[in-house]
C-alpha cells in the first residue's frame, strides 16, 4: 500500500516563527500536493511538484513555499506564519497520469494531515 | 475551466436507508472522477472512481457511483447506510489531458442516524 507520512499531527506556533511541514512517500510517485483544509471551503491546492527540484505555485501560494530535494520528501513552510493559516495541512502524492490501459488515473493518496494552529 | 459541485452541505439518512451523496462536474473532454471519504481529524481516502465504461462503479466499504454524463452527475450511493458511514464526502475530477489537476469540491458531511 502507498503510504504518505505527514512528520507532526499537531503543531502549535506563534505568530512570525517559522514553520516547517514535511511530506514523505514510498511508492516513488513522481508527484507531490500540498492542500490546506478549511471548513466550508473544501480543500485549496498551495503548491505541487511533478519532479526533484521543480515547483508549481498552486490556488493559494502566498505565505508559503515549498522544497523538494528528494523524490519522496516534499516540504511546506511557513516564512513567518499568521493567524490566518491556522488550518488543517494535507499531503498528497500520485504517480505521473498515464494512458487508460495502465488503469493509472493520477489519483491522490494523502497523509494523515497535519494541524497546525498559529497564536 | 473545471469545477465540482456538491451542493449539499450536509445530508442526515437513518440507518439501514439507502444513501445518496450529489456530485455535479464540469471539465473539458471526458473526465476522470473520484470520491473520497475523510474521518474525523484524518486525511482523504479513496474510494472510487470512474475511468470510462460500465456507468456503475463499484467501491471501498459498499460504496458505488453512477455516472451519468448527460447529467454531468457522479452521485455516491449506499444501499443500506451505517452508523460508521457518518463522515465527510468529497468528489473530484480532473480531464484527460496529462498537466490537469485533480479539482474537489467543497465536501459533504453525512450523518447517520441510528
Known amino acids: 500500500d502507498v503510504k504518505v507520512t505527514q512528520s507532526s499531527r499537531y503543531l502549535v506556533k506563534r505568530t512570525g516563527e517559522k514553520v516547517f511541514l514535511e511530506c514523505v512517500q514510498d511508492?516513488?510517485?513522481?508527484?507531490m500536493f500540498w492542500y490546506r483544509q478549511d471548513p466550508g471551503l473544501g480543500l485549496r491546492l498551495i503548491y505541487f511538484s511533478y519532479d526533484v527540484k521543480m515547483k508549481e505555485k498552486g490556488d493559494i501560494p502566498e505565505g508559503y513555499s515549498v522544497s523538494r530535494e528528494k523524490k519522496e520528501r516534499f516540504s511546506l513552510i511557513l516564512e513567518s506564519a499568521s493567524t490566518n493559516q491556522t488550518s488543517m495541512y494535507l499531503c498528497?502524492?500520485?504517480?505521473?497520469?498515464?494512458?487508460?490501459?495502465?488503469?493509472?488515473?493520477?489519483?491522490?493518496?494523502f497523509g494523515e494531515g497535519s494541524r497546525l494552529t498559529v497564536l | 475551466a473545471q469545477s465540482v459541485a456538491q451542493p449539499e452541505d450536509q445530508v442526515n439518512v437513518a440507518e439501514g436507508n439507502p444513501l445518496t451523496v450529489k456530485c455535479t462536474y464540469s471539465?473539458?473532454?471526458?473526465?476522470?472522477l473520484f470520491w473520497y471519504v475523510q474521518y474525523p481529524n484524518r486525511g482523504l481516502q479513496f474510494l472510487l472512481k470512474y475511468i470510462t465504461g460500465d456507468n456503475l462503479v463499484k467501491g471501498s466499504y459498499g460504496f458505488e457511483a453512477e455516472f451519468n454524463k448527460s447529467q454531468t452527475s457522479f452521485h455516491l450511493k449506499k444501499p443500506s447506510a451505517l452508523v460508521s458511514d457518518s463522515a465527510l464526502y468529497f468528489c473530484?475530477?480532473?480531464?484527460?489531458?496529462?498537466?490537469?489537476?485533480?479539482?474537489f469540491g467543497k465536501g459533504t458531511r453525512l450523518h447517520i442516524l441510528p
Open positions: 511508492m516513488d510517485h513522481e508527484n
Open positions: 473530484a475530477v480532473r480531464g484527460q489531458v496529462l498537466d490537469d489537476k485533480i479539482i
Open positions: 498528497a502524492s500520485s504517480l505521473v497520469l498515464a494512458d487508460l490501459l495502465s488503469g493509472n488515473t493520477g489519483e491522490l493518496f
Open positions: 471539465v473539458s473532454g471526458n473526465p476522470y
